[in-house]
């Protein structure tokens, strides 16, 4: 069975890292995601998408440090369902709890729209990943000059 989220969105917020008495540190935030669509009129509508987010140990250390309110970033992880009491009433939230992020930086000097959500190819990107043991692993990935030949387009 498989229980996966991938996400492209803004940060709606800065990571609000937390460090409990067991040592462990978690970070929370939500992150804001677009949907565009034409409507009956032919106007072009969005939809936004507001999801909470969840990181644990090394990489809530790097997402606190990482990452700030409106910045576009890739978030996978699993779906998570809880509940909780709050004045007497039960409460339910769903939560993405991620296990790899990157940061996703726009191009300089781009003409296309689409293009402005790719990583800078005169750098090198950085994926965070959690893992079992409670460390991160950090993969770079190196430039790619060939990146945009690929294209299906």
């Excluded at 709606?12 to 970070?27: K, M, N």
């Excluded at 949907?35 to 106007?43: N, Q, R, T």
């Excluded at 940061?103 to 000097?109: P, Y």
Aim: proline content about 3%.
């Amino acid at each position: 069975m498989i229980n996966k989220v991938t996400l492209i969105g803004n940060l709606g917020s800065d990571p609000e890292v937390r460090h409990l008495e067991s040592g462990a540190v978690v970070a929370k935030f939500s992150l804001a995601t677009n949907e565009s669509y034409k409507d009956k009129a032919g106007e072009w509508q969005t939809q936004t998408e507001w999801h909470n987010i969840i990181m644990w140990r090394n990489l809530a250390e790097r997402a606190e440090r990482d990452l700030k309110k409106g910045k576009l970033v890739f978030v996978e992880g699993k779906l998570t369902h809880r509940k909780y009491e709050k004045d007497g009433q039960t409460r339910y939230i769903t939560e993405v709890v991620a296990n790899t992020y990157r940061l996703l930086e726009k191009r300089e000097n781009s003409g296309g729209s689409y293009s402005n959500n790719f990583p800078k190819e005169e750098s090198t990107t950085k994926t965070y990943e959690a893992n079992a043991g409670a460390k991160s692993v950090v993969k770079e990935a190196a430039p790619n000059a060939e990146a945009e030949d690929d294209l299906p387009f």
